[in-house]
């Protein structure tokens, strides 16, 4: 490899995949969007959900930046903060308790093995069933956001959704004008434990998991079914676990994660 080649780490989190690179030298400027989409194919690059950048901090153990896998900066990734964090501490870059941030806004992570709990903050908004739905046989949970927006539907049977379909339609929606929604199909197994599958806003399709929709779910699950917490989500890719206060000030994320491999490749940034 030349003196461009870029070190990577694939890591799943879980089922939620990312390539991650330590930037911490700030070798790439964040701008290599066509780079960031082309790695990110599963049949041309290395495939992934999306891009983590680990770069340097004055005040935290590191920054974060996210990228989707359509290039562009992502507002919030719960599983991807997860999956940085495990990186830091098992490369050394932080303690088992870290400290980042993401976008100016400041986390909080423990890591316990394999196990990755990530501290995130309330919603900063809530629209319970806003009246936008369109199926019969689906109950409206509501809107809101946790770092990115979420669109979440109560279904009897998540194996029978046609995500991609419906999710895309709820996605580009009106009512979630100008940014759009993610959207996240829920099924409720018990009190305490729920099924969900997300059509992901940026990746542009179904994902295994997403930590901010299973976050979602879990708070509209607490509001309208009398959901006991802390709740199991049982995503395609694993299970993840939410828990949070009345307030809701500080919502807990936990589940695993695993790197999948390392790699070079040359950075194809101008």
């Not at 780490?9 to 089922?15: Q, R």
């Not at 990110?40 to 989707?68: E, K, V, W």
């Not at 046609?162 to 409720?188: L, M, S």
Request: charged share 25%.
């Amino acid at each position: 490899m030349d003196n461009k080649a870029l070190t990577f780490t694939k890591l799943s989190a879980p089922g939620h995949d990312f390539i991650l690179f330590d930037n911490r030298d700030e070798k790439l400027s964040g701008k290599e969007h066509d780079f960031f989409r082309q790695i990110c194919q599963r049949r041309q690059g290395i495939g992934a959900d999306g891009i983590l950048l680990i770069g340097p901090s004055d005040q935290f153990h590191f920054s974060l930046t996210y990228f989707n896998s359509d290039g562009y900066i992502g507002e919030m990734c719960g599983n991807g903060a997860r999956a940085a964090a495990y990186y830091s501490f098992t490369h050394k870059i932080a303690p088992s308790e870290v400290e980042f941030d993401v976008l100016g806004v400041a986390y909080q992570a423990i890591v316990e093995n394999d196990w990755v709990k990530l501290f995130m903050p309330p919603p900063v908004e809530i629209r319970e069933k806003p009246g936008v739905v369109d199926e019969a046989d689906f109950q409206e949970g509501g809107y809101l956001n946790v770092g990115v927006p979420h669109y979440v539907l109560f279904v009897d049977d998540v194996a029978k959704i046609d995500v991609e379909k419906i999710g895309k339609k709820y996605r580009y929606h009106q009512a979630f004008q100008p940014w759009g929604t993610n959207v996240n199909f829920i099924e409720i197994l018990d009190q305490s434990k729920l099924k969900i599958r997300t059509y992901e806003r940026g990746v542009e399709q179904e994902t295994l998991a997403c930590g901010t929709g299973t976050i979602s779910a879990a708070i509209m699950a607490k509001l309208q079914k009398n959901a006991k917490l802390p709740v199991t989500v049982q995503a395609p890719g694993g299970d993840l676990r939410v828990d949070f206060d009345n307030d809701m000030t500080k919502i807990l994320l936990e589940g695993q994660v695993k790197i999948v491999y390392y790699g070079q490749l040359p950075s194809g940034a101008e």
